[in-house]
């Protein structure tokens, strides 16, 4: 009945709403507002619910009149009429008599005349052990059409950061399986490392290559294993099942979690989308479990906030950003953190930026919150060197605390060197009329790049990282072609898959007390015997 009367109202006697009639009946509000005072009074309202009446949809926000008990951030119910669902938004704007709320769907659902309910609860999200393996969507849906999910718990999506007192400083290392990071940039549990670099550079591949690393270190070390949450904000839907696929292929979906709010969703569910990762990933970090969440990426979280903060006409700052958006990363990322509770919540937000400028307001926003950053230089990709790290523009701050001896032992000096070799590089095209020094620079420099080189979806665990980068610091490589460097690598590494003498001491290697007493002394011994006696018994006439 009540339906009936409301739909004679809307429809004006119509069967259907087109959208220039919709318009229309935004535009002839004050006699729409008598005609949606009588839908309202005429509405069977349910006394304990806090009601409210759509006055107009523009741009996706709506505006409500009612609602007085309604939060900020609060999940609105809209009873779309027209198209008999229910849809979902978030009040924002709360002025004097009315809310100003954005939608999780497309507007066209919506009309004056529409009710809405308030759920009097902010957004939250069901989170638990259930959802790895699972690719849910940024309201903590399942979409991946492996049925609904039974989450443990529901908690809020934003939930304050934990305090100082909470906190311990990072003394565990979180090995992500690229030589480069392991070796010049080490990560330990709890920091946050920011990815950042131009389009197409690799930086994505460096977030999975990282999960699919925990997959051996968990085998390793089950009650420290790491879980691992990756957000996809405003990329192609066949990216994010690209991206599962592969997690899959390698055996690695069983401890991730994909949440996914892609480009053909609305903004505000690509903003919502890393904080409800986030509360998902806390799961683990507040019950001494460790996770690992991957932002990809947050500039375009930050245009979607900007998108949303603009049709709510809060004032626009530095690149038409509101002033929040710093405030935005900073309460996301301080909610990546080692607790003495021995839980732990490690992040690496990635940022892309345009033209390598890393002082847009994004990218120097994300920077100064985080422990580090790991940049992509697009010239150097061009160059065949991937990953395309900068060795002199990347850092990392806290993590070294957590690197084992050895590596550090090796690690050393080699972000020198390859600054060096960066440096002389422009020389290379003088050729011989170089002096001996610079040539050694070089050609020292060409040997570590092609050490260093490592394909994506080829994680390499620590021990045989530890090896390869002694075999080139100590000479082993020396009378080796650098073109040749990566198949000596390579028949080094099937040698040491198979090696019951490597792998009974590989294991000491990432020990402190091991490598104070025996240095490299077993290292020396395996690379003299495999170069001499395996290697020429291989007949390779390649590399000898
Ligand atoms: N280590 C690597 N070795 C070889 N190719 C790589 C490597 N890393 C990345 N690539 C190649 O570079 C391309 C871009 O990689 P990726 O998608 O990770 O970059 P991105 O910076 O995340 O791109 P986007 O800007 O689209 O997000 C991929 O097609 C991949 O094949
Ligand atoms: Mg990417």
């Known amino acids: 009945m009540v339906k009936m009367k409301r739909n004679i109202i809307i429809n004006n006697g119509k069967n259907a709403i087109t959208g220039a009639e919709s318009r229309d009946l935004n ?68 002025n004097l008599g009315s809310v100003d709320a954005v939608l999780f769907d497309e507007e066209r659902y919506i009309l004056p005349g529409d009710i809405v309910e308030g759920s009097s609860k902010v957004i939250s999200v069901l989170r638990g052990k259930n959802l790895l393996g699972r690719i849910v969507n940024a309201l903590g849906e399942a979409v991946d059409g492996k049925g609904p999910i039974i989450g443990e718990e529901e908690v809020p999506i934003e939930i ?141 979280q930050a245009i979607a906030f900007r998108q949303m903060s603009l049709l709510l006409r809060r004032p626009p700052g530095r690149e038409a950003y509101p002033g929040d958006v710093f405030y935005l990363h900073s309460r996301l990322l301080e909610r990546a953190a080692n607790l003495n509770s021995g839980g732990s919540l490690t992040a690496l937000p990635i940022i ?51 690197q084992c001896l050895a590596m550090r032992k090796l690690a050393g000096p080699l972000k020198l060197e390859l600054a060096q070799y960066r440096e002389v590089l422009g020389f290379q095209k003088f050729g011989s009329d170089l002096d001996s020094a610079t040539m050694a620079i070089l050609k020292r420099g060409e040997l570590l790049v092609s050490v260093l080189n490592q394909d994506r979806n080829s994680p390499v665990l620590i021990q045989d990282q530890i090896l390869y980068l002694f075999s080139a610091r100590a000479g082993y ?54 170069k001499k006696i395996v290697l020429k018994n291989t007949n390779n006439s390649k590399l000898w």
Do not use: W
């Open 477 to 530: 490589l020396n009378d080796i072609d650098p073109k040749d460097v990566p198949d000596f690598l390579k028949r080094l590494s099937i040698f040491t898959k198979n090696s019951v003498l490597f792998s009974v001491h590989s294991s000491s290697l990432e020990n402190n007390d091991y490598f104070k007493k025996y240095k490299f002394k077993f290292l020396n011994f395996f690379l003299n015997y495999f």
């Open 160 to 300: 304050k950061a934990p305090g100082v007192v909470a906190r311990e400083p990072i003394r565990e290392s979180m090995l992500t399986g690229i030589k480069a990071v392991d070796s010049l940039l080490p990560l330990g549990r709890g920091q946050r490392e920011l990815i950042i670099g131009d389009r197409k550079v690799g930086k994505t591949s460096i977030a999975l290559d990282t999960i699919l690393n925990q997959k051996e270190e968990n085998k390793k070390n089950p009650s420290r294993a790491m879980h691992c949450i990756y957000v996809s904000i405003g990329q192609k839907r066949s990216s994010v099942k690209q991206f599962a696929k592969v997690l899959e292929r390698y055996d690695a979906l069983n401890y991730s979690i994909i949440v996914a709010a892609s480009a053909s969703e609305a903004a505000p569910l690509q903003f919502l989308a890393p904080f409800t990762a986030c509360a998902i990933a806390e799961y683990f970090r507040d019950n001494a479990m460790h996770a690992l969440i991957v932002y990809d990426d947050l500039s375009k």
């Open 27 to 94: 535009q002839r509000s004050l006699k729409d507002y008598g005609l949606l005072k009588k839908s309202f009074f005429n509405f069977n309202f349910n006394k304990d619910l806090d009601t409210g009446v759509v006055v107009s949809v523009i741009d996706g926000v709506v505006s409500i009149k009612g609602l007085r008990n309604a939060k900020l951030g609060e999940l609105l119910k809209f009873q779309s009429l027209s198209r008999g669902k229910i849809i979902k938004g978030m009040a924002l704007n709360l």
């Open 352 to 402: 892309e930026t345009q033209e390598s400028d890393v002082s847009a307001y994004i990218a120097t926003n994300v920077i100064s919150i985080t422990d580090g950053q790991i940049f992509l230089d697009a010239t150097l990709f061009m160059d065949g060197i991937k990953p395309a790290i900068s060795a002199g523009l990347s850092v990392s701050r806290v993590g070294a605390a957590a």
